[in-house]
């Protein structure tokens, strides 16, 4: 009660399928009445047996509303224009918002990596993240209580608080669910491009409104950092194994898993630039060296393609390891035990499988060749039968993870560049 400073609980007792034969039964939840029952349940409330019957009252009703309203939207309309006579330099934030414009120098205005660099990806991501709000006024985000671990909180930038909605950082709490939710019915209203954060491990919670994003084609960008056993410390319980493919199985869904940080500032920019549906960016905790991209390439369209050649082999191509994420540095490091063999090794980077697997059957194919392949990633490995064919094999974790240092969780579960090394002499007959 608004008198009462205490909260009040209203108890509504119903009847399902009120009125109906099927009153009181739990059939009438989903099951059709029927055109008897229907008939029925007419006769008991009083109401005409034609079809879609509506009372005069309600169309008059919505007669006036509509001449009221109309009044309302030219006057509107009219303030609108005069504003944008007024601030022509406004109405053109107003525009890119509604367009979610991209500027054309985009990537230009990005943070660059130096090959070498050791950066986790999402610091990197952190880094890209902080020059995008610059860059893009309508761009709001926030974490689900874990900025400071997620690296998304935009500096600057102020937050959302009670009465005071200036601020474009949103404190989501620890609440998934909600934060997912919320971040559709921004992405809905429109003028807004909206980011939010959490551990990839924790996506579970948020898996129903990843899906209504997905479904409602919603350009909403999730970044979901700690992606792997190299979590370490935190345990099985924190270590994600199947997540990752979890998110990849939603229709529409675009997942991003970059390699390195100029991978990672490429999976914002792709992101950024699809408008049809959400992407996810899976991001590190541990740092990794930036490698060497092919001459002559643009690290963006390497990424929005979905794959690449990371590591050409020479003119004796034996093998070609897929790899993701942290899997594509550990598969480098992985030939560099291996003497002249390397030369017979080419590494395929797949930031995102989604989008490669849409790339026509030339691309490919240049990228992935005839030799036999090795999919690599420390996941489940269901999903890269996409990419392989008899005889090729994928190392996958298919089991959970264990508590400890991260180098030593995976050298035991077989997942570090001397596991990978051993795999690739055995496959090429060592």
């Known amino acids: 009660k608004a008198e009462t400073a205490q909260p009040s609980l209203i108890v509504a007792r119903t009847r399902i399928g009120f009125g109906s034969p099927k ?44 001449e009221e309203k109309a009044v ?10 005069q504003w944008s006579r007024e ?6 934030v107003w525009d890119d918002a509604h367009t979610l414009r991209l500027p054309a120098d985009l990537e230009q205005l990005l943070p660059s990596f130096a090959v070498g660099d050791k950066v986790a990806t999402r610091d990197a991501g952190g880094k890209v993240l902080q020059k995008l709000a610059d860059a893009l006024p309508y761009l709001v985000g926030g974490s689900a209580d874990l900025a400071p ?23 989501f709490g620890v609440r998934e669910h909600g934060m997912g939710s919320i971040l559709n019915g921004l992405s809905l209203y429109g003028g807004l491009r909206v980011h939010g954060s959490t551990f990839l491990v924790f996506s579970d919670y948020m898996r129903p409104t990843v899906r209504l994003a997905a479904l409602m084609k919603q350009p909403v960008v999730y970044v979901l950092t700690h992606d792997s056993i190299w979590v370490g410390e ?18 529409n869904v675009e997942v991003f898993r970059p390699a390195d940080a100029e991978e990672t500032k490429a999976a914002w920019v792709t992101s950024l630039r699809r408008t049809d549906g959400p992407s996810a ?37 034996q093998l070609v390891v897929i790899a993701s994420g942290s899997e594509v540095t550990l598969a480098l490091q992985a030939l560099e ?13 797949v930031p995102c499988r989604e989008r490669f697997l849409v790339q026509g059957e030339d691309y490919r194919s240049s990228v992935l060749g005839t030799a036999p392949r090795l999919v690599v990633e420390a996941g489940v490995g269901v999903g890269w039968a996409q990419l392989t064919r008899p005889g090729d094999q994928i190392m996958s974790l298919e089991r959970f993870g264990e508590s400890g240092p991260a180098e030593a969780v995976a050298a035991a579960l077989q997942m570090d560049a001397d596991a990978i090394a051993a795999r690739i002499k055995s496959i090429l007959g060592e």
């Open 234 to 251: 935190d345990g099985p319980t924190h270590q994600p194994i199947e997540h990752t493919e979890a998110l990849r199985i939603i229709p």
């Open 87 to 92: 601030f022509p330099d406004l109405r053109q």
């Open 72 to 81: 309302v939207r030219r006057d509107w309309e009219a303030k609108f224009a």
């Open 281 to 317: 960016l899976v991001l590190t905790r541990q740092k990794l060296p930036v490698f060497s991209k092919p001459a002559d390439t643009n690290v963006c369209d390497l990424v929005a393609k979905g794959g690449y050649v990371a590591k050409a082999a020479g003119a004796q191509e």
């Open 149 to 171: 671990s997620t690296k998304t909180y935009m500096e600057g930038k102020g937050s959302v608080a009670p009465g005071d909605f200036s601020g474009r950082n949103f404190h």
């Open 23 to 66: 009153e009181n039964n739990a059939e009438s939840h989903g099951a059709p009445l029927g055109a008897e029952g229907v008939k029925a349940l007419k006769a008991k409330l009083g109401l005409p047996e034609e079809d879609f019957y509506v009372p005069q009252e309600v169309y008059d009703y919505f007669a006036k509303f509509r």
């Open 337 to 349: 035990s291996l003497g002249e063999k390397a030369q017979q090794v080419k590494v395929v980077s």
